[in-house]
């Protein structure tokens, strides 16, 4: 197999990854009784919010929670990609953190694969209260993509391993 045909099967496997995680954080939020996911295209956005009775501790947000927080997560994911078309997931934690969302409440996937090339997507999200709010960017993802979920048993917002926010 040549070196071309090599990375684009790797690409394609890390992109198949990448929307498996996802998927997977989608079907835990809506087995476990929490808020449906709402996926944003980029052309418009759809959210329903189920109540839930989760004991988790709140997170203090400045903003209003709801549509609100996911607008604002939206607003701010949307102007690291006009400032980069390639950031790494640092800068959207940087942003996600100055926008006035808890730099411990986030959490980001590697920039990088287990082989050492660049990640063709990559996941970032912020805890609020008793949701998250995900996104994903990258050539794997087809462009910009968010939603809101419940929270994972696990407290967090991401399957698998995230690399630390700085919080």
């Known amino acids: 197999m040549g070196i ?3 990375r684009a099967l790797r690409a394609r496997i890390a ?3 990448a ?3 996802v998927l ?3 079907v835990v939020a809506t087995t476990g009784g929490c808020a449906a996911p709402s996926v944003d295209s980029g052309a418009g956005q759809a959210s329903e919010q189920a109540p839930t009775t989760s004991t988790a501790p709140m997170v203090p947000t400045s903003e209003p929670s709801g549509a609100d927080d996911l607008a604002r997560f939206d ?3 949307r102007g690291v990609i006009a400032a980069d078309e390639s950031p790494g997931g640092f800068a959207f934690v940087d942003a996600l953190a100055e926008a006035g969302f808890d730099r411990a409440s986030i959490e980001v996937t590697a920039d990088t694969t287990t082989l050492g090339e660049r990640a063709d997507s990559i996941q970032f999200a912020v805890r609020v209260d008793d949701r998250c709010l995900i996104g994903q960017y990258g050539e ?3 462009g910009y993509r968010s939603m809101e979920a419940g929270v994972l048993g696990t407290g967090g917002c991401l399957v698998g391993a995230a690399v630390a926010s700085g919080g």
């Open 75 to 77: 607003g701010v994911n």
């Open 15 to 17: 992109a198949r990854r």
């Open 24 to 26: 997977v954080t989608a």
């Open 4 to 6: 071309g045909r090599a």
């Open 140 to 142: 794997g993802s087809d």
């Open 19 to 21: 929307v498996m995680v």
